[in-house]
């Protein structure tokens, strides 16, 4: 085999090299592509969900204030029923003990619904 024919075998496989080379460069630089693709994908639906969590944990907090709140309103509702069914049984207690004649300072009972009426509106 001669000289010329050694190098150009050589040159032949070398090109070919070269080629699979070149291919095989090409399939990573697409590989590489695709998953930064997907990638970026993954990081666009990770912050989404994280998004849509945080507005989630928003929406449990006020929530939980407005049931704190509600529960307030609800103890004071029966706090104040607790006055009224005390005072309704002192009045109950006072007419069935008491003359028949109307009393004096009946006017105070009304002053003291109209605040009671005045206190649950506010609730």
């Not at 004096?104 to 002053?111: D, F, H, I, P």
Request: with cysteine; charged share 35%.
């Amino acid at each position: 085999m001669s000289d010329l024919q050694r190098h150009k075998a050589q040159i032949s496989r070398l090109t070919d090299a070269l080629v699979r080379s070149s291919q095989k460069s090409k399939l990573r630089d697409e590989l590489l592509s695709e998953t930064q693709r997907k990638l970026r994908a993954a990081q666009e639906a990770a912050k989404v969900e994280g998004d849509k969590a945080e507005e989630r944990t928003r929406s449990l907090e006020e929530a939980e204030k407005l049931l704190a709140k509600r529960s307030e309103q609800c103890r004071q509702l029966y706090e104040l029923i607790g006055v009224l069914e005390g005072r309704l049984a002192e009045q109950t207690e006072t007419a069935a003990n008491a003359p028949s004649t109307p009393r004096a300072g009946g006017g105070q009972t009304s002053v003291h619904a109209a605040a009671l009426e005045n206190k649950i509106q506010r609730l």
